[in-house]
């Protein structure tokens, strides 16, 4: 029945028919229904994960333009080689993080790991081959599939903490800093860290609250560290509840509050002429719209 529903009342999934009709559902149907359990399992109701499927498909088809992009610009054929060459690699540095993952082979997965960041930029390995398999080994059903994500899961936070603990500033009231926390239930805490990390660049400038931080005692945290600006995650949709807290929270801190993750791009309209900035969800483009933006607060 629930699939029936997922198909019918809101078209999230369309599965063929057979003669006998029976439905017969693609990789693709697969895919979305992961994504759907995925979802709901986050609180975010059916009827909103339509918009979120939508979002990560335009995702999805913005990257593979900006990566065809890169090719087609390529200036000789040593670059198409080597553009061609690392997107076909995604899926094998994938097989072999899960293999590593499934027989809980923690000094070959920190192999991989160095490796990895040894070859490519930081970005680009967390966002085409950490994560990818992280969220896949999350959606896996079955005897042992729990334990494995668990092992990943704590392998990754571990590894972005230290990261993130490598360059702190050494004092943030003088060299100033942006604090990054997660909207109440809306994330785990690796989405929140390796947001910080990708943003951050290493450069100390980020610094992450911890997860379940409560909305209403950030100006009091504002107030103590004197950031220079506020972000908050959101990775799923927000709720009207939520946007009224944000607005309120806009002008009880003495900085000023920015939005990121897909929630933020499913609110864009609301967000205009409103006091919160909207980074949207793609962490190559935070940096620099979180830049801007603060130098334009400082400028007024």
């Known amino acids: 029945m629930t699939l029936r529903a997922w198909e019918r009342r809101y078209g999230l999934i369309r599965p063929v ?17 992961r994504s759907i359990v995925s979802w709901t399992e986050r609180g975010v109701s059916v009827s909103k994960v ?12 913005n ?13 000789n054929a040593d670059d198409l080689a080597l553009s061609h060459a690392q997107q076909g690699q995604w899926p094998e540095w994938q097989a072999c993080i899960r293999e590593a993952v499934a027989a809980f082979n923690g000094p070959h997965l920190e192999h991989l ?12 390995v967390f966002e085409e081959i950490l994560l990818p398999v992280w969220q896949q080994q999350l959606q896996q059903v079955g005897f042992g599939k729990l334990s494995q994500w668990l092992f990943y899961d704590a392998f990754l936070r571990a590894r972005v903490l230290l990261r993130l603990q490598m360059n702190p500033r050494s004092n943030t009231s003088e060299n100033g800093c942006v ?6 239930g809306q994330c785990r805490e690796l989405e929140l860290l390796v947001t910080g990390l990708l943003i951050g660049r290493d450069s100390g400038w980020v610094q992450v609250l911890a997860l379940g931080q409560p909305l209403n005692e950030l100006p009091l945290v504002c107030q103590a560290i ?17 946007l009224r807290e944000l607005n309120q929270l806009a002008f009880a801190i003495d900085c000023p509050l920015a939005l990121a993750g ?3 791009e499913l609110v ?29 607060h400082l400028d007024t």
């Open 17 to 33: 028919r057979s003669e006998g009709g029976h439905r017969l559902y693609s990789c693709e149907d697969v895919a979305a229904i």
């Open 50 to 61: 339509g918009a979120l499927l939508a979002h990560s498909k335009s995702r999805e088809s």
């Open 63 to 75: 990257v593979q333009h900006h990566c065809d992009s890169r090719v087609a610009s390529a200036s």
């Open 113 to 124: 790991y160095s490796q990895l960041l040894s070859v490519y930029p930081m970005s680009l």
């Open 179 to 184: 604090l990054l926390a997660a909207m109440p």
């Open 226 to 242: 004197h950031p220079e600006a506020l972000v908050l995650l959101a990775p799923a949709p927000l709720s009207g509840d939520f």
């Open 262 to 264: 897909v929630g933020a």
């Open 268 to 296: 864009e309209d609301q967000l205009k002429g409103s006091a919160i900035a909207n980074l949207g969800s793609d962490t190559r483009l935070m940096l620099s719209r979180l830049r801007q933006f603060v130098d334009g």
